[in-house]
């Protein structure tokens, strides 16, 4: 399965250092369309910019992460938003996953690797949901071709 590399990723941390280091490693990927933000204020406002998956610091200026992922869900449900923790909070992971993020990242040693397994998880899913819809589509038509025929 080949991965594509057009995905629109927002990237909020309170941390610039941090920011930093994944946007390079996510240019190094070979992603390109990526944007960075220090604040959740800014972030929100470019949500129109129609983002795939949103990267997102659980503390974020004094914010709670879970507040400003309510927000990003309202706006548009099918983002997928990826919290970062620097612990592992019990509390938090559900919390967040309970308000729709899709996966819980802890910052430390291996969080950039995670980015891009998670991402990649992200690809495959998003794959699947378009092969299943243009199946659905299909067989609504009454043109209903099996990947066999």
Request: proline share 1%; charged share 25%; hydrophobic share 40%.
């Amino acid at each position: 399965m080949r991965l594509k590399k057009d995905l629109k990723i927002f990237v909020l941390d309170g941390d610039i250092f941090t920011l930093n280091i994944y946007q390079q490693h996510l240019i190094n990927l070979g992603y390109t369309d990526i944007s960075i933000f220090h604040n959740a204020a800014d972030c929100i406002d470019n949500l129109d910019e129609l983002p795939d998956i949103i990267f997102l610091d659980h503390n974020i200026n004094f914010l709670n992460g879970v507040d400003v992922l309510k927000k990003i869900k309202k706006y548009n449900p099918h983002i997928y938003v990826i919290f970062i923790a620097g612990i592992e909070d019990v509390e938090t992971v559900v919390s967040s996953l309970q308000h729709g993020a899709f996966d819980f990242i802890v910052r430390g040693a291996n969080d950039v690797r995670t980015l891009d397994n998670v991402i990649t998880k992200i690809q495959r899913i998003k794959e699947l949901l378009n092969k299943c819809n243009s199946e659905i589509l299909n067989i609504k038509d009454g043109v209903y071709k099996t990947s066999q025929s």
